[in-house]
């Protein structure tokens, strides 16, 4: 039998591979138009590289993406696979909720430029990520009508800092939850204090356990148990704080010997007398307790200002 011959064209010619291509632009606008955008991005330098870029919401929740200027943009925009590059800021009227980060170099002329966008605030969110959004920040934006909040990294493994005022706190909050982290509320302003309370807690008392393993080691423990000994009496000392807060102190209750104390003082190292004279006081001062010990040490401590 003859065959028929086919007078139509071949799915796999340039003509219908252009047709393709062009269904495909139609699809993806169309995508765009009904998808219901949750936030928008303000933003400079490496945005992907902080905590915006990790939001897993991004591709499905992320619309307008503002910058210094376009080419800057279209990068965030890209870098991120999500949302699309903007012209204006002004074009961040359509959403309700505002990321924003920059470095320290560009973020006075960023900042400028959302104020000074054609922005409806009152019943925004502003949430600057990442980024160092003083008070005076804050305050413009409040001032225009916004709510506004801050979230950035902090010395403690697993957590976030939170500050601002609802219901961007709200949101700020949220956002950290999904990263798989949890949030810390603190204060508006107050992050330096944080800063040195997590210090405290670090760095500052490290120079304590290794002083501890070294007293061990004058004492004649070897190199490797005295490190787990004073490991150990740290780990213990935080697990009963945690457990029972002030009252874990050693001498909330048992007043120590004050011939013991001044003993232990005359064994260490000259280095570390006043240090330890220092650390045995402050525990009088701030639970308020033993006052006759401490005056003792007090006056041990100054020989020449004895009453």
């Not at 219901?36 to 991004?58: D, F």
């Not at 990068?75 to 991120?80: E, K, P, Q, V, W």
């Not at 506004?148 to 010395?155: D, N, P, Q, S």
């Not at 210090?199 to 501890?212: K, Q």
Request: with cysteine; aromatic share 6%; proline share 4%.
């Amino acid at each position: 039998m003859k065959k028929r011959r086919s007078f139509g064209i071949n799915s796999n010619n340039s003509g219908q591979k252009l047709y393709n291509a062009r269904r495909g632009l139609i699809d993806r606008c169309a995508m765009r138009s009904k998808l219901k955008t949750e936030y928008g991005i303000v933003g400079a330098g490496g945005v992907s590289g902080g905590i915006i870029g990790q939001l897993p919401r991004n591709a499905v929740a992320l619309g307008p993406v503002g910058g210094v200027s376009f080419r800057v943009a279209s990068r965030i925009a890209n870098t991120l696979k999500a949302g699309w590059p903007v012209r204006s800021l002004d074009e961040l009227d359509g959403v309700r909720l505002i990321l924003f980060h920059s470095p320290q170099e560009q973020f006075t002329v960023l900042l400028d430029e959302l104020a000074a966008a054609r922005i409806h605030w009152p019943g925004k969110s502003l949430v600057f990520c990442d980024c160092g959004a003083d008070l005076a920040a804050t305050a413009r934006f409040r001032d225009l009508g916004a709510s506004v909040a801050k979230m950035c990294r902090c010395g403690l493994p697993g957590r976030l800092l939170v500050q601002g005022n609802a219901p961007a706190l709200t949101l700020a909050s949220s956002l950290v939850r999904e990263l798989r982290f949890k949030p810390v509320v603190i204060a508006e302003g107050s992050e330096a204090l944080f800063d040195a309370g997590v210090t405290l807690g670090s760095a500052a008392i490290t120079p304590l356990i290794d002083a501890v393993a070294r007293i061990l080691r004058h004492c004649g423990v070897r190199d490797a148990e005295s490190v787990q000994l004073a490991t150990a009496l740290f780990a213990r000392t935080v697990g009963e704080y945690a457990h029972s807060g002030r009252q874990s102190w050693q001498w909330h209750v048992e007043e120590p010997g004050t011939e013991a104390l001044l003993a232990q003082i005359a064994a260490v190292e000259e280095p570390l007398r006043p240090l330890l004279t220092h650390l045995v006081l402050a525990g009088f001062r701030t639970f308020d307790r033993h006052g006759g010990v401490a005056h003792a040490l007090r006056q041990s401590a100054n020989p020449k200002h004895r009453e």
